[in-house]
Antibody, heavy 127, light 106 residues
């Protein structure tokens, strides 16, 4: 059974770079998409972006200028970097596996959904 | 970007009630719509994908319907463990979430 575990500093100073890693266990990182999602205190979920094992990425337009997601297939890990952070970036950060399928109930399409999640890690931006 | 809205933002219900949550997309997304459940302090859990396909292991009291711009999540008989916040997510372009609907005890 695939499990995900986020790791990284819990405290980041304003203007610095937030760096997190998600380690995939119980399965290969290959042939899947992998995503980062965050949730500010008391607020809803915000999708940050995803990466395929080939390195192809797609980012939320609102964060695109500050975000880099990368993958290390040899370590079965993928990572998030968010630069120039402010207090507004304080959140619980989740990593998730994105499964893609091409047919549902006989209908062709490119269906994606997040079916495995890490437990989340809290990152606070403060001096 | 395609924007997602949910209604209501919160609702109060009793065990055994039939609960319906609505999600609307700012433009047609066909059936590229997922539903998640999140309980306080825990990660979200996938309930429904492709608008109406039940994720493995999810109780059959949960169902999803809709296509185009309007979607619904229905809980046929609310159970104590169903009090949570529910999010829709479009997968037509990017993977953006709706703002959520909190279901609490009346």
């Amino acid at each position: 059974q695939v499990q995900l575990q986020e790791s990284g500093p819990g405290l980041v100073k304003p203007s610095e770079t937030l760096s997190l890693t998600c380690t995939v266990s119980g399965g290969s990182i290959s042939s899947h998409y992998w995503s980062w999602i965050r949730q500010p205190p008391g607020k809803g979920l915000e999708w940050i972006g995803y990466i395929y094992d080939s390195g192809r990425t797609n980012y939320n337009r609102s964060l695109k200028s500050r975000v880099t997601i990368s993958v290390d297939t040899s370590k079965n890990q993928f990572s998030l970097k968010l630069n120039s952070v402010t207090a507004a970036d304080t959140a619980v950060y989740y990593c998730a596996r994105v499964t893609g399928i091409t047919m549902v109930r006989g209908v062709k399409g490119n269906y994606y959904y997040m079916d495995v999640w890490g437990k989340g890690t809290t990152v606070t931006v403060s001096s | 970007d395609i924007q997602m809205t949910q209604s209501p933002s919160s609702l109060s219900a009793s065990v055994g009630d039939r609960v319906t949550i609505t999600c609307r997309a700012s433009q047609s997304i066909s059936n590229y719509l997922n539903w998640y459940q999140q309980k306080p302090g825990t990660a979200p859990k996938l309930l429904i994908y492709a608008a109406s396909s039940l994720q493995s292991g999810v109780p059959s009291r949960f169902s999803g319907s809709g296509s185009g711009t309007d979607f619904t999540l229905t809980i046929s008989s609310l159970q104590p463990e169903d009090f949570a916040t529910y999010y829709c997510q479009q997968s037509y372009s990017a993977l953006l979430f709706g703002p959520g609907t909190k279901v609490d005890l009346k």
